[in-house]
């Protein structure tokens, strides 16, 4: 049963850092960029907030996810806000690519930035609730904690495959590739992209307190 709970986590892993959006946006440039190490810390700072969140649900520690889904508008604001400073900030950058000897060390900035990218989306801790609940009879039962973290160390391992994945695919396919013009027109999509994600979470909690007045 232990087996079936980490192969099920590394599926749940898998499945929540694959669709595209801004850690996985960030990742891809920071590899393009500066290497494989640079995407990874990118994925791994997504991996340990994840981690928190996926811990939180597996465990029933309800009074985080009831403080989350409290205080869910402040959250929202905050990570669009952050969102939309990151993406301002990669539009108006002039990214060079640095050669292989200065992309060998782990990228703390990327890693930083990504982690509060995932500690401010509500939705992460509701997420892994509401996928760990339709496991139903395939999920660890409340008392036993030792199932749980393994479930968790499943999700955990699952999002580190995918993140060292897409660092790895870019790195070497795409970034002996690239031109420095190239990488700038990727640094301005990647900026609008990640803009346009801030904004949409800026106008979503703009929408939910309106409709609460």
Known sequence: MDAFYYLTG????LATSAPVGPVNIMAIKRALQRGFLAGLSAGLGAVVADSFFALAAA?????????IDEHRDLIQFMGGTLLCIYGLHTLRAKPKLQSSEGSSAPDVKGF???????????????????????????????SNYVGALILVAGVITGALLWWAFISAAVATFLRNRASQNWLIWVNRVAGVLLVGFGVLLLARTALTILTQI
């Open 112 to 142: 930083a930035t990504s982690f509060f990218m995932t500690l401010t989306n509500p939705g992460a801790v509701l997420g892994f609730i509401a996928i760990f609940g339709s496991l139903g009879a395939g999920a660890p039962k409340h």
């Open 10 to 13: 590394i599926a749940i892993g």
């Open 59 to 67: 465990l029933g520690v309800t009074a985080i996810s009831q403080f």
